[in-house]
């Protein structure tokens, strides 16, 4: 069955820290992944995707990931954190090349502490 | 830009009433999808539509939900007979065919009493 799973249900960093927000994937074929985030009272904002090509992708807000197919992962990382970063973070798959079913994680909820 | 709206952005109903729900997405956008989100989950994936056509939809539609995008531009998601377990966020994401990046609109909140 196609899934995401994102492993922990909150991190917290301190601000100026590097962040790492971890997300793997089992779904057949090529998968197109995607991390959203979450502010209250609104809705999703996209911050990146991967498709093909480079294995590092960047995105909003300072924000990339890395795809890493043996370990069907695609961890979502920042080099120093905001205290503005604090939100809930989503990893999405789109389950097969023909069609849009969207799979998405349960979330993760980041804290950044000043 | 305006964006992607939804409304109402709160319904409350009581169970066994029928209740409708509208998405106006980005103007030249041809996708447009609808998802449900429980609290601690992500989003569910329910349907979607390239212009007027309804292209997909999960099992988690029953019978009792029916979406519709009459002239390929608003959608409504309709839910007959409410129940509780109905209660959740309905969120509307439009896209571009050639694109694989969504955007959401900021839902509505469903409580079903």
């Known amino acids: 069955a196609q899934s995401v799973a994102q492993p922990e249900d909150q991190v917290n960093v301190a601000e100026g820290n590097p962040l790492t927000v971890k997300c793997t994937y089992s779904v057949s074929g090529n998968p197109y992944l995607f991390w959203y985030v979450q502010y209250p009272n609104r809705g999703l904002q996209f911050l990146l995707k991967?498709?093909?090509?480079?294995?590092l992708v960047k995105g909003s807000y300072g924000f990339e990931a890395e795809f890493n197919k043996s370990q069907t992962s695609f961890h979502l990382k920042k080099p120093s954190a905001l205290v503005s970063d604090s939100a809930l973070y989503f990893c999405a798959v789109r389950v097969n090349v023909y069609g849009q079913n969207f799979v998405f994680g349960p979330g993760t909820r980041l804290s950044v502490l000043p | 830009d305006t964006g992607v709206s939804q409304d109402p952005r709160h319904k409350i109903t009581k169970r066994g009433q029928n209740v409708t729900f509208r998405c106006d997405p980005i103007?030249?956008?041809?996708?447009l999808y609808w998802y449900r989100q429980t609290l601690g989950q992500g989003p569910e994936f329910l349907t979607y539509f390239q212009n007027e056509a309804q292209l997909e939809k999960s099992r988690l539609l029953s019978d009792r939900f029916s979406a519709e995008r009459p002239k390929g531009s608003f959608s409504t998601l309709e839910i007959q007979r409410t129940e509780q377990g109905d209660s959740a966020m309905y969120l509307c994401a439009s896209s571009l065919a050639d694109q694989e990046t969504q955007y959401f609109g900021p839902g509505t909140r469903l409580l079903v009493l």
């Open positions: 991967y498709i093909t090509g480079d294995n």
């Open positions: 103007s030249e956008h041809n996708r």
